[in-house]
């Protein structure tokens, strides 16, 4: 059978697929499993939190991320901890933030990797108990994580 | 010895809510990286971040394979009195660096 050139563009598209395989990731299912540690079975409201990230990213291996949380940061009323979780990377936790009232504000600026086009989400723990969190899909069209 | 840059303003004004920049030079490498042999590049990355404001601790950041090499990190603080503020960050190996700067408030 000759090669055709509508069977040599077909194979050329699928090739990437193949060569793409990767190392166990993470699923939405490991991240919502790490959110549910960290949550500890209470319930999680939207808002108050605020995550920054690009829409769409060319290069997954360094990211800006701010997150920032509205909040006084008195003794009284503040953040005491702030968890970032990814669904596709190998590892469902990016970073864990536990700021101190002396900080006097809550917004953190870091830069991640990412694996893949995903969901981030981020969550709040205030020092009244309740936990907020805000989520964004990211598009990567160059995934970190893998490559040697 | 890790390579950073740490930017800590010298003065501030009391109260006033500054900005602490780290930079650190290191390679996060992740421990899902494969060698041409198929084998992984062992992980090696800055596990912990701490800032102390006077010796008591004000921040505390866990960091993952997810965070880019030379890990960056930008935060604040209410400077409220002249006093040391420290950064120190723990490697894979356990090992604790540690750099301070004094700010003067007033």
Redesign the interface.
């Given at each position: 059978m000759t090669l055709t050139r509508r069977a040599a563009i077909a194979i050329g598209l699928g090739a990437p697929l193949v060569l793409l395989t990767r190392?166990a990731l993470a699923s939405p299912e490991t991240m919502n499993a790490a959110i549910a540690e960290f949550t500890d079975g209470r319930s999680v409201q939207e808002g108050r939190i605020t995550l920054d990230i690009p829409v769409l990213v060319e290069n997954g291996?360094?990211?800006p991320m701010t997150v920032e949380v509205d909040s006084p940061?008195t003794p009284e009323d503040h953040v005491t901890e702030i968890a970032v979780f990814?669904e596709r990377?190998?590892?469902p936790?990016?970073?864990?933030?536990?700021?101190?009232p002396?900080?006097?504000?809550a917004?953190?600026?870091?830069?991640?990797?990412?694996g893949d086009t995903q969901k981030i989400t981020a969550i709040a723990r205030l020092s009244d108990g309740t936990l907020w969190s805000a989520a964004m899909t990211v598009i990567v069209t160059a995934p970190?994580?893998?490559?040697? | 010895m890790t390579d950073a840059l740490v930017n800590i303003p010298e003065t501030a004004t009391p109260g006033e809510i500054i900005e602490i920049k780290l930079l650190i030079s290191h390679p996060m490498e992740t421990g899902f990286r494969p060698r041409s042999d198929g084998s992984l590049v062992p992980r090696d990355i800055i596990t912990s971040v701490r800032c102390l404001y006077g010796g008591e601790t004000v921040l505390e950041v866990d960091l993952n394979p997810a965070i880019s090499a030379n890990p960056f990190l930008v935060f604040h603080l209410r400077a409220d009195r002249s006093d040391e503020i420290a950064l120190e960050w723990t490697d894979w190996g356990g090992v604790v660096h540690r750099e301070a700067r004094q700010i003067t408030v007033a």
């Open positions: 190392p291996n360094s990211v940061m990814n990377n190998p590892l936790d990016v970073v864990r933030f536990r700021p101190s002396a900080l006097g504000l917004r953190f600026q870091t830069r991640i990797r990412l970190a994580c893998i490559e040697s | -």
